[in-house]
């Protein structure tokens, strides 16, 4: 088995990149930058990737290739790439929520601290908190009191160890809900099917997946688990402002490197994805267009802080994920 | 919304979208014959070049990809004996075995028309009923999907061929290797043995490969040292379709019946072509008035699998279309296409986007013609694949294959996972064992763990549970009823092989 690893390993390593790791600082880069998507085409993390290396590849002058690397919630490219070399010619494209709530599931046994930084670079449209839209409570507040009322016969349905299945826990941890917590699959889309047809009564997916429904007066959103209000719906309000101050779940996508990539490297990089997000209108409309986002970038010292912080509040919820 | 109907037809009479249609079925059917390269795969790569394209360009090159890459696979089943997708595992059952009796072009033909008509059929569906029909596949929930799956598993008795007991094995083996990985619900890690690319478990994909491709690879090899044949019979002269227009009629009820399942099984979001193909099979055998013959080389059983894959695409973008819930990998990748260019499933798609939903629907009917031609006029093409020898043949396939592998997650475990496959399918060879049942219990086997686990949550909530779901008591009688006549008829069907090979 040893063996049969090394060889995997090796393999692995002989695919990825046989490039020379030498180089000035002020060269950087001069060859292309292979960037590795920890998550399935088609989705949100690599639609955001995608875009970033389109851009990148502008301004940096050098191809920068996407390559999904999927499997296990992202954990499978993490993996296999943390060690990769540093070189700065691998970056690795995720998001900071699949990298803390790996951790405090065990999926993983490392966090951020296992790579150098590059920056968070993107804030997804945020998780909304939906019923459909005949149920009788409007608000947070109500939908908790209510499942005090008749505990554990509310259904919330959650992807089991997943960011849902955590706010799930805040809210009963914190107010003391009680839900009766089922699993209605890992996808976003799979558990709005669940709820228009009738199979849970109240879930969590992103605010993308479920625009039609709110709009066609299908489904109502209590509230969303962003920290702050998406300009893009300011009538819906966040959890914290409706009773639940710790109920903040951010999906941030986040751009990594090998663990000893030269600082030099990822500040280059950083100050490239930073004005990108923040100057280019093409990036502003197509993440609007694509997902409601709004530009948002990090330095590579806010962004570690970010991630320490959502790391800290994600472990201290292990205990209910392992 | 009829007026939308002229604009969207008229987006698509744009030559350069004709121009992306014809290309894109052209590169699918590529993906779709070369065993290891799948529809998805030609998605995948084609996706992130649909982001900078015109919406119409983009969602039309990725639905001619869509459907180019589910019919090619008929190619590589009928004349390698390899399923080019996992929708087309069925279509080797008797494409194969027609091939081998030198009616390799009728074989073809049969294909390719009723891939188009399978195609037709379920894009009327779409278009006609769909909004209705997504608000019945919505009432699926884990008890029904349990039950179905339940249901799809009794097909096993059907497909083992007569050593019922070695299909049985062969089906568990399946299930059990699908079990590696990360858990359904609870996400705990089975098997792994601490190995992180165990984690993300055994793609279908690999598992076809290997069993399928590898198998025939190695087989082969076994007849190394014997001088080659080439295979005369191919040069039969095909003329127009392969087959009369008796043949077509004789199998209008077929076409309809696995269309149909292809739709149904389309709509069900998780499911997937290749379970489709192996049930429409199943169903025309088992309402055939000539069952014993399935199996041998009839156009039946192509015909119930090819109508019923490709049916399965306007039955797919049922959900995809009107409630923004992608069935399987291809859908999913096309929903991304269609959210950037801004064109959002959901309940108000028609009101939002009609144009655009009529210039898909437009799309995928061009599609469908661009398929049926160019297939037809390749089937004289796709023939002299037999006569190519097979020892420059195969060694071809087989880095195909691995490219397929690596092209699946971008890992070389993969390619590894392949060749172990290979192995343990040629071992199951020389065990007579056969590896459909394996497959459809690798496909099944986690649909119905998931649902059962999740079925399980529910009745305890609500314990009434199963009573109040009549789909699924549906479903599980008829499981039981399917069980009982297929144990008795393959008991029948054995007993008649061993009568006549012991005469």
């Known amino acids: 088995m040893k063996k049969f690893a090394t060889a995997l390993t090796l393999a692995a390593a002989l695919t990825v990149a046989a490039a020379p790791a030498a180089f000035a600082d002020d060269t950087y880069p001069s060859q292309t930058i292979n960037m590795i998507c920890s998550h399935g085409a088609g989705g949100d993390t690599d639609y955001n990737a995608r875009l970033i290396s389109r851009m990148l590849e502008k301004k940096l002058g050098v191809s920068v290739v996407v390559n999904n690397v999927t499997g296990a919630n992202g954990s499978i490219a993490l993996t296999q790439y943390k060690d990769e070399k540093a070189d700065g010619y691998t970056l690795i494209a995720t998001n900071a929520m699949s990298l803390a709530s790996n951790e405090a599931s065990g999926l993983s046994d490392f966090g951020y601290d296992a790579f150098e930084v590059i920056g968070i670079y993107g804030k997804q449209c945020g998780e ?76 969590i997916a992103p605010y993308t997946l479920a625009k039609e429904y709110i709009e066609s007066g299908k489904v109502k959103s ?66 609007m267009d694509f997902n ?31 | 919304m009829l007026a939308d109907v002229i604009p969207g037809l008229m987006s698509v009479l744009d030559p350069t979208v004709l121009f992306f249609i014809v290309v894109g079925v052209f590169v699918g059917i590529v993906f779709g014959s070369i065993p290891g390269l799948t529809a998805t795969m030609a998605i995948v790569m084609f996706l992130p070049v649909t982001y900078t394209m015109e ?115 062969s089906g568990l083996l399946g299930v059990m290797l699908a079990t590696v990985g990360l858990a359904p619900v609870d996400s705990a890690k089975r098997f792994t043995f601490g190995m992180v690319d165990l984690n993300a478990g055994f793609s279908l994909l690999t598992l076809l490969i290997g069993l399928f491709a590898i198998t025939e690879v190695i087989k082969a090899a076994e007849d190394v040292r014997k001088p080659f044949k080439a295979e005369v019979e191919s040069n039969v002269k095909i003329k127009g379709f392969g087959f009369s227009w008796a043949e077509f009629v004789s199998q209008k009820f077929n076409m309809v019946r696995s269309s149909a399942i292809g739709i149904v099984i389309g709509i069900l979001p998780g499911i997937g072509g290749a379970i489709s193909g192996m049930l429409a099979y199943t169903a025309a055998k088992n309402q055939s008035k000539y069952p ?11 015909v119930a699998s090819e109508s019923a894959n490709n049916a399965g695409i306007g039955g797919a973008m049922i959900p995809l279309l009107t409630l923004g819930i992608p069935g399987d990998a291809a859908t999913a990748m096309l929903l991304g296409g269609l959210m950037v260019h801004q064109i959002a499933p959901g309940p108000l798609i028609f009101d939002k986007s009609g144009v655009e939903v009529f210039g898909i629907f437009f799309a995928l009917a061009f599609s469908a013609i661009a398929m049926l031609c160019l297939e037809l006029f390749g089937i004289k093409i796709f023939i002299r694949v037999l006569k190519v020898p097979k020892y420059l043949l195969l060694p071809v396939i087989m880095v195909l294959c691995v490219i397929g592998a690596i092209g699946n997650a971008n890992r070389m475990f993969d390619v590894w996972t392949v060749m172990i496959f290979g192995v343990i399918g040629y071992l199951l060879i020389k065990a007579k064992i056969p590896h459909v049942p394996m497959i459809l219990g690798f496909i099944l086997g986690p649909i119905f763990e998931l649902n059962f ?31 009982f006549f297929s144990l008795r008829r393959q008991r029948k069907e054995a007993a008649l092989l061993k009568a006549s090979e012991e005469s």
Do not use: W
């Open chain 1, 128 to 203: 909304n908190l939906l019923v459909r839209a005949d149920a009788p409570y409007n608000n947070l507040e109500e939908l908790i009191a209510a499942t005090q009322k008749d505990p554990e016969t509310i259904t919330l349905g959650v992807a089991m160890g997943g960011s849902s299945y955590i706010a799930g826990l805040i809210m009963q941890t914190e107010k003391n809900a009680k839900f009766a917590m089922v699993d209605a699959g890992g996808d976003g889309a799979e558990r709005m099917t669940s709820l228009l047809g009738g199979h849970i009564d109240v879930t």
């Open chain 1, 222 to 287: 209590l509230c969303t688990l962003m920290s702050q209000r998406l300009p893009a719906t300011p009538d819906i309000p966040t959890a914290s402002e409706s009773g639940v101050p710790n109920l903040q779940i951010d999906t941030l996508y986040v751009l990594l490197a090998p663990k000893g990539t030269p600082a030099a490297v990822t500040e280059k990089v950083n100050a490239a994805v930073q004005d990108i997000v923040n100057n280019d209108p093409e990036y502003k409309q197509a993440i």
């Open chain 1, 292 to 322: 409601f986002q709004t530009p948002y970038a990090l330095s590579i010292a806010d962004s570690i802080a970010r991630l320490k912080e959502q790391r800290e509040h994600m472990m201290s919820y292990s205990k209910y994920l392992q």
């Open chain 2, 55 to 169: 919406p119409i360009e983009g969602v039309s090159t990725l639905i001619a990809l869509y459907v180019g890459g589910i019919s090619g696979g008929l190619i590589a089943a009928i004349l390698l004996n390899i399923p080019g997708t996992p929708s087309s595992i069925a279509t080797t059952f008797d494409g194969t075995p027609l091939a081998r009796k030198g009616q390799a072009g009728k074989a073809l033909g049969v294909g390719v028309v009723f891939s188009f008509c399978g195609t037709i059929l379920g894009l009327l569906v779409l278009v006609l009923v769909s909004p209705l029909l997504a608000s019945v596949a919505i009432k699926f929930g884990p008890y029904e999907y349990c039950t179905l799956a339940l249901f799809a598993l009794s097909l096993v008795i059907t497909l083992t061929g007569r050593d019922l007991v070695k299909g049985l094995i």
């Open chain 2, 292 to 302: 014993e013959k399935f199996g041998t080389g009839i156009i039946d059983g192509v």
């Open chain 2, 453 to 483: 686990r999740r079925a399980v949550q529910h009745a305890q909530i609500d314990p009434t549970g199963f009573i109040g779901h009549p789909i699924a008591i549906c479903f599980f009688v008829v499981t039981v009823i399917v069980i």
